[in-house]
C-alpha cells in the first residue's frame, strides 16, 4: 500500500498525558513514528513535532485518534509533499553578481541602453541579448487541471511550477509559470500575444476542451514562436512512442491492427491524429455517446473531422460493443469502466493502455492475464506513459533551432525518439517506455525535433551540431 509522511505538532497537557500515550495512540492508529522533534519544553506542558510514516489512507485516522485523546491537543498537521511546496517550488537567480558600481553600470544603467538599442534596430538579437532564446511560458488557466477539473488559476500554480522545474531539470530550459485568471478565450489568446515577447516557447496547460483547441491553433497561426498545448499533443506523442513499441512485442503491424480510442477530448482527439499519422488504418474514437463513425454529423469540429477520415469505422456501439475485436485500447477516459469479460473479448496478444488518473479504466490485475502489454498514466505499474518524456525534449530542440512552430512531423519524430530510447534488447511486455530519468530521452527528442524543424523548413537556426 502506498506510503506517505506526515508531521504533526502537537502541545501535550503533561497533568493529563505522556508521550508514551501519544506514541500508543499512533500506533493504535496505524502509523510509525519515525523521529521527535522538541519544539518547546516545559514541565507542565511541552511542544513537539513527531514525524509518522503511514499509508496514504491512513493520516485521517491518526488525527482523529489524538483529537479524541484527553491531554493532547493537535496544533498542526503536514506531510512531505506540503512541506516542499512552502513558499513554491522555484526561484529567479541571476547569472553573475552585481559586486560593485562598474557591474551595475554594464548589466543596468547606463550599459544596458546600448543593448537596448541594438534590439530595437533589429529585433532578431532579443534571442541572443536577452533570456528569450531559452524561456519557456507554462501557461493555464486552472480549468482543466489534473483530474481535479475546474479548480481555478490560483490552484493550478503548484502544477505550473512543477512543470517548470522538470523543464530546467531536465532539459535545462528556464520555463515560468502563469495562471491567468480568466476563462475568456480572447482574453487568454490576447494576453499570451501581448507577453509573448519574452518568451521563446508557449507550453500550454490543462486548459479545459474544447476552448484549448481554438486557443492552441488561433496562437500558432498569431505568433512566430511555437506553441504546445502538452495536454493534447505531449499525451498523444507518448502513447505513440509506447504502442509502436508495445507492438513489436505483440508481434502485430500498426497498419493492420483495429484501434479503439475511449475519451475523445482534448487528449483523445490528439492521439486520434497521431495514431492516424503514424500508420493506423482501423480506429474507433469512442465518448460517452458511443463510436464517432465514419460520415456521422457531429456538432463537436473535432469529432467531425475524426468522422470525415477514412480510416474511422462505420460500426455504431457503445465501448464495450466495439471493444470485441479490437487489436488495442487506449483509455484517456475514467477508472472502471471495463473488465475481464471486455478485455477477453479483444483479439490474442491485446494491448491495453489503461490512463485515466488515479483510477485506471480496468485494473492491471483484471487485464494482465488477458493482455499481452498493460501500461497506465501511474507511476506504481509499469509502462507508465508520461508527459514529462516529450515536453522538455521538444522544448529544448525547438529552442535550440529558434522553429517558428511545432508541427505534425516533428509531434511523430519526437514519438520515435523516444520509443528508439527502449533497444531491442530491453524491449519486453514490462518495457515498453524509457524512464523519464533516463537521460537518452531529452537527447534522442531533441535531435530529431531539430532535425524535423530543418527538413520542415520551420527552424530558422541551425545548431552547431548539425552543421
Not at 506540503?82 to 513554491?88: A, I
Not at 456521422?296 to 471493444?323: F, I, K
Request: charged share 25%; proline share 5%.
Amino acid at each position: 500500500m502506498p506510503q506517505t509522511s506526515v508531521i504533526l505538532r502537537v502541545e501535550l497537557d503533561h497533568r493529563l498525558v505522556s508521550f508514551g500515550d501519544v506514541a500508543a495512540t499512533i500506533s493504535r492508529a496505524g502509523g510509525d513514528i519515525t523521529s521527535i522533534d522538541v519544539i518547546r519544553p516545559g514541565k507542565e506542558s511541552s511542544v513537539r513535532d513527531i514525524t509518522v510514516d503511514v499509508a496514504d489512507t491512513g493520516e485521517a485516522a491518526i488525527v482523529e485518534s489524538l483529537a479524541q485523546t484527553e491531554g493532547i491537543r493537535l496544533v498542526n498537521v503536514s506531510d512531505r509533499t506540503f512541506l516542499v511546496h512552502l513558499g513554491g517550488k522555484i526561484e529567479v537567480q541571476p547569472k553573475q553578481k552585481i559586486k560593485n558600481r562598474d557591474d551595475l553600470s554594464l548589466v543596468y544603467t547606463p550599459g544596458v541602453a546600448k543593448i537596448c538599442s541594438a534590439i530595437h534596430e533589429n529585433a532578431k538579437k532579443a534571442y541572443s541579448l536577452t533570456i528569450k532564446r531559452n524561456t519557456v511560458a507554462v501557461i493555464s488557466d486552472g480549468t482543466a487541471v489534473l483530474g481535479l477539473g475546474d479548480i481555478g488559476p490560483y490552484a493550478a500554480a503548484p502544477v505550473m511550477e512543477g512543470k517548470a522545474m522538470l523543464f530546467k531539470q531536465l532539459a535545462d530550459v528556464d520555463a515560468f509559470p502563469l495562471c491567468l485568471d480568466t476563462k475568456d478565450t480572447e482574453e487568454i489568446i490576447r494576453t499570451i500575444k501581448a507577453i509573448s515577447p519574452i518568451f521563446g516557447g508557449i507550453n500550454l496547460e490543462d486548459i479545459s476542451s474544447p476552448r484549448c483547441f481554438e486557443i492552441e491553433t488561433r496562437l500558432a497561426e498569431e505568433l512566430d514562436i511555437p506553441v504546445f498545448h502538452d495536454d493534447q499533443h505531449g499525451t498523444a506523442i507518448v502513447v505513440t512512442a509506447g504502442l509502436l513499441n508495445a507492438l513489436k512485442v505483440a508481434g502485430k503491424r500498426i497498419d493492420h491492427v483495429r484501434v479503439v480510442v475511449n475519451g475523445i477530448g482534448a487528449a483523445g482527439v490528439s492521439i486520434c491524429k497521431m495514431l492516424l499519422a503514424a500508420g493506423v488504418t482501423r480506429l474507433v474514437p469512442v465518448d460517452r455517446e458511443g463510436a464517432i463513425v465514419r460520415g456521422g454529423q457531429y456538432a463537436h469540429p473535432m469529432w467531425q473531422w475524426l468522422a470525415d477520415r477514412p480510416e474511422v469505422e462505420e460500426r455504431e456501439g457503445t465501448l464495450r460493443d466495439v471493444l470485441a475485436g479490437a487489436d488495442v485500447f487506449i483509455g484517456v477516459s475514467k477508472g472502471n469502466l471495463l473488465d475481464e469479460a471486455d478485455v477477453e473479448r479483444m483479439n490474442a496478444n491485446a494491448i491495453v493502455f489503461a490512463m485515466a488518473n488515479p483510477v485506471p479504466e480496468i485494473a492491471p490485475e483484471a487485464a494482465l492475464p488477458h493482455v499481452k502489454v498493460y501500461a497506465t498514466g501511474r507511476s506504481d505499474y509499469p509502462n507508465q506513459i508520461n508527459n514529462v518524456l516529450a515536453f522538455p525534449g521538444i522544448f529544448r530542440g525547438v529552442l535550440d533551432c529558434r522553429a517558428a512552430r511545432i508541427n505534425e512531423p516533428m509531434k511523430l519524430a519526437a514519438a520515435r525518439a523516444i520509443a528508439s530510447v527502449v533497444s531491442e534488447a530491453e524491449l519486453n511486455e514490462q518495457y515498453i517506455i524509457p524512464s523519464i530519468f533516463n537521460e537518452q530521452v531529452v537527447q534522442k527528442v531533441r535531435h530529431a525535433v531539430v532535425e524535423t524543424a530543418i527538413l520542415t523548413g520551420t527552424a530558422r537556426r541551425i545548431p552547431p551540431d548539425f552543421r
